[in-house]
């Protein structure tokens, strides 16, 4: 089944530890990339990559640190993590051109 | 700056009417425009999506229509059922760019009653 995966779905952390968030797909996309999702404020991408070692910042990537070192895999990084980075975090991959972006089933992180 | 508006915030529909969800854009190099459902604990999934050279394009019972002049697309859901019930967000990207992010409205919940 063609899917992003992503772990872990729950994670509950305290403020400046340190975390990864992983993410892999199985559709050969070149293209990942993250965002969150906020009440009221829709989904913001955070970072992307147009292919394996090529990443760029999307539109709030402050906070985030992201690598590509493996054409599947796109972990997302937190490394000094603050509460209002507490959202819900999606993967994605897609074709060329943005065509048939899919989803991960989401990363609910909470920061204390 | 919202490049992508989407209206209405939210939709009661009883089972059997007629969905309408309707975006309007900014941006005239967006040339991908797809529509997405999400359920609760869910990640989007894209529902269909629709390109500026048609005007409308229909999948079973969703249907997008698309006004490039008046720069507004919307997606018709015929017979809703209970179980569209859920939140829909249309979106916009830009195929030739170097990013292709999409561009989010801000979502519409939808509850179809039985």
């Known amino acids: 089944e063609a899917q992003v995966t992503q772990n872990p779905r729950y994670l509950i952390t305290v403020t400046g530890k340190k975390l990864t968030v992983t993410c892999s797909q199985n559709m050969n996309h070149e293209y990942m990339s993250w965002y969150r999702q906020d009440p009221g404020l829709g989904l913001r991408q955070i970072y992307y990559?147009?292919?394996?070692?090529?990443?760029d910042k999307g539109d709030v990537p402050e906070g985030y640190k992201v690598s590509r070192k493996e054409k599947r895999n796109f972990p997302l990084i937190l490394e000094s993590p603050s509460p209002n980075q507490t959202s819900l975090y999606f993967c994605?991959?897609?074709?060329?051109?943005?065509?048939?972006?899919?989803f991960g089933s989401g990363t609910r992180l909470t920061v204390v | 700056q919202q490049q992508v508006k989407q209206s209405p915030q939210s939709l009661i529909v009883q089972k059997g009417g007629i969905s309408i969800i309707n975006c309007a854009y900014e941006n005239t190099a967006f040339d991908y425009f797809p529509w997405y459902q999400q359920f609760p604990g869910k990640g989007p999934a894209l529902l269909i999506a629709i390109r500026p050279d048609v005007s409308e394009k229909k999948e079973g019972r969703f249907t997008i229509s698309f006004n490039k002049s008046a720069k507004q697309f919307s997606l018709h859901i015929m017979d809703s059922q209970p179980g569209d019930s859920a939140t829909y967000f249309c979106a916009a990207s830009r195929g030739g760019g170097s990013n292709y992010k999409l561009t989010f409205g801000k979502g519409t919940l939808l509850t179809v009653n039985p």
């Open positions: 990559s147009m292919n394996v070692e090529v990443t």
């Open positions: 994605a991959s897609s074709l060329p051109g943005g065509y048939g972006y899919t």
